[in-house]
């Protein structure tokens, strides 16, 4: 294994191999930490945190990891660097890879990450892209793994948007580690022709099973885990609310699609969740459409099947590991 200096971008980039490595560190790591254990090997280093959009879970991740670590945080949010407006993404990374150790990047384009890589000269770690979300699927596998026990053939059914990032993530990961991957959608919401091209090869070599079907009942039966996200993502217009809501409340996660799924089956969803009334775009779209739940059931959210707190307990676990990877040397 020899993860020093490297990016984590996608996790097309890495070996099933590396993912696991980085899984079972993970949880080395949370372990040490539940016991007081300190693991400050990154004593001294300086990271960055750019966040072109807002973000709970991520962004606690990585400045508590990074504390735990040893190292020194850095935020600059969305409206208070220079990046993309007065300097150029290259230019931005030029100087701040000179001045730290490393960078975090959430925002819009793949193609913006894999820029700065590209240029900063220290590793850069991927917190979210329009088009994946590497180190939540960590995180997901992490909690699978806990629930579970293994990975491999494990069916998880990913009910939504599965085009945007945590569709397309999930099913390189689950591809990956030879899982049994089902997209559950209305047609068009299905990930783009050339990933799953890529997929395929991909499950070629590791005895993955990737699905695509329209009908829920037919998916989620014998899921292990059904997983869900926001039916519209940050950085998309508001006037797809009205069509999402349409083509994807028969894909809401309720109490029969559980039933269907069977008793064992797990609950899993990235987070932030619109499940009842108590956030203002949760009640905006309660006022224009009538609905109060969306993607997924307050019944489900809250019930034993779902593991959605462990998950997102596990982002910090997973970023850490991810960090200790790239900045040590392992
Ligand atoms: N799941 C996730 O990335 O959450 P945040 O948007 O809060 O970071
Ligand atoms: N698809 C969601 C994921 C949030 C963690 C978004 O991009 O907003």
């Keep these: 294994m020899n993860f020093k200096g490297r990016s984590f971008l996608k996790l097309l980039d890495f070996t099933p191999e590396e993912i696991s490595y980085l899984i079972d560190l ?7 930490k539940k016991k007081g254990i300190p693991h400050r090997v990154c004593e001294g280093k300086n990271i960055a945190l750019l966040f072109e959009k807002t973000s709970t879970r991520t962004r606690c991740a990585f400045e508590v990891a990074a504390a735990d670590l040893g190292m020194h945080p850095v935020y ?15 230019d931005t990374a030029r100087v701040i890879g000179r001045m730290f150790d490393g960078i975090e990047y959430r925002g819009y384009g793949q193609e913006i990450v894999e820029e700065l890589a590209h240029y900063a000269g220290v590793p850069v770690w991927n917190g979210l892209t329009n088009e994946y979300h590497p180190t939540q699927i960590l995180a997901d596998f992490l909690t699978i793994k806990e629930h579970f026990g293994c990975l491999k053939g494990k069916k998880l059914v990913y009910m939504g948007d599965a085009r945007y990032n945590m569709g397309n993530s999930l099913m390189v990961g689950c591809a990956k580690m030879g899982m049994h991957f089902v997209a559950c959608a209305p047609e068009k919401y299905f990930p783009n022709k050339e ?7 991909i499950a070629k070599q590791t005895g993955a099973v990737l699905e695509f ?5 037919v998916a989620t039966k014998g ?3 059904i997983y869900t996200d926001v039916w519209v993502s940050m950085g998309e217009p508001t006037e797809v609310w009205s069509e999402r809501i349409k083509d994807l409340l028969p894909y809401q996660v309720n109490k029969r699609i ?5 008793k064992g089956c797990k609950f899993m969803h990235c987070l932030p969740a619109f499940h009842d ?3 203002t775009v949760g009640q905006e779209m309660f006022d224009k459409f009538g609905i109060s ?3 997924v059931t307050n019944e489900v959210f809250e019930s034993e099947q779902s593991i959605v707190f462990d998950e997102a307990e596990n982002r910090l676990h997973t970023i850490k590991a991810v960090m200790y990877a790239t900045l040590n040397a392992l």
Excluded: F, R, W, Y
Aim: charged share 40%; aromatic share 0%.
């Design 258 to 262: 559980m039933e269907n799924a069977g």
């Design 195 to 201: 990933l799953i091209k890529e997929c395929q090869e």
């Design 213 to 217: 079907i329209t009908d829920p009942i």
């Design 76 to 90: 600059l949010d969305p409206k208070s660097s220079q990046m993309g407006k007065k300097e150029s993404i290259a």
């Design 26 to 32: 993970s949880a080395k790591l949370k372990e040490e």
């Design 223 to 225: 899921a292990d885990v």
């Design 277 to 279: 009334l108590k956030t």
């Design 293 to 295: 739940e969306m993607e």
